[in-house]
């Protein structure tokens, strides 16, 4: 097979397409924190909730971008990651 931009933007090494994927842990627990931030809107444990939140999405885009099985999957973490960093920032 040959390997092209698209190849290895969309495959991963196996040859098969890869762009969703199972949730990995960092993923599950950002989803989960998150809901639980509107089950309490405001307090300690909001703040608490909130940064666990924050955290579980940053590890998760830093593991995809150096760890994402093709172009696609990194070029995601990075997105997401610019996305949480700027989103603090301002």
Do not use: C, H
Request: zero cysteines.
């Amino acid at each position: 097979m040959e390997n092209t931009l698209v190849d290895k933007t969309f495959r991963d090494s196996s040859g098969n397409i890869v762009i969703a994927q199972v949730p990995n842990p960092p993923l599950i627990l950002w989803i989960a924190a998150s809901l639980l931030t509107l089950a309490f809107p405001s307090g300690k444990t909001n703040t608490v909730l909130d940064f666990v939140a924050n955290a579980s999405l940053f590890t998760w885009a830093w593991l995809e971008l150096f760890q994402g099985v093709n172009y696609f999957r990194r070029g995601l973490g990075l997105a997401v990651l610019i996305g949480l960093i700027a989103l603090k920032i301002v």
